[in-house]
């Protein structure tokens, strides 16, 4: 069992950086793939970004491609957003989530999510 927490979100101007960090407690957190979710008002949650258990495999959508890295700190519980040159269709409530294969398609534990609002 792993509880996960997410901060970092906010408002941004179109262009602006946010990093977003989750934090994870309660399991063994080098034994999960991480994956980033979004979800837009009126839309399904979708597939933002995905981390193996030791850095080794990483992916993205290709909406955030070249835009957005994800990153993890083992040692420190720890896996990071970092989202570049942000446009509004970035605005949604984004979600940490763990799941034990990579990459995490139906994570078993998630986040209560960070509001990112993009303003144009």
């Known amino acids: 069992q792993v509880q996960l927490v997410e901060s970092g979100g906010g408002l941004v101007q179109a262009g602006g950086s946010l990093r977003l960090s989750c934090a994870a407690s309660?399991?063994?957190?080098?034994?999960?793939?991480m994956g980033w979710f979004r979800q837009a008002p009126g839309k399904e949650r979708e597939f933002v970004a995905a981390?193996?258990?030791?850095?080794?495999?990483?992916y993205y959508a290709e909406s955030v491609k070249d835009r957005f890295t994800t990153s993890r700190d083992n040692a420190k519980n720890m896996v990071y957003l970092q989202m570049n040159s942000l446009k509004p269709e970035d605005t949604a409530v984004y979600y940490c989530?763990?799941?034990?294969?990579?990459?995490?398609?139906?994570?078993?534990?998630w986040g209560q999510g960070t509001q990112v609002t993009v303003s144009s």
């Open positions: 989530a763990a799941d034990v294969v990579y990459p995490p398609r139906t994570p078993e534990f």
């Open positions: 309660g399991g063994t957190f080098s034994s999960y793939a």
């Open positions: 981390i193996s258990r030791h850095t080794i495999r990483k």
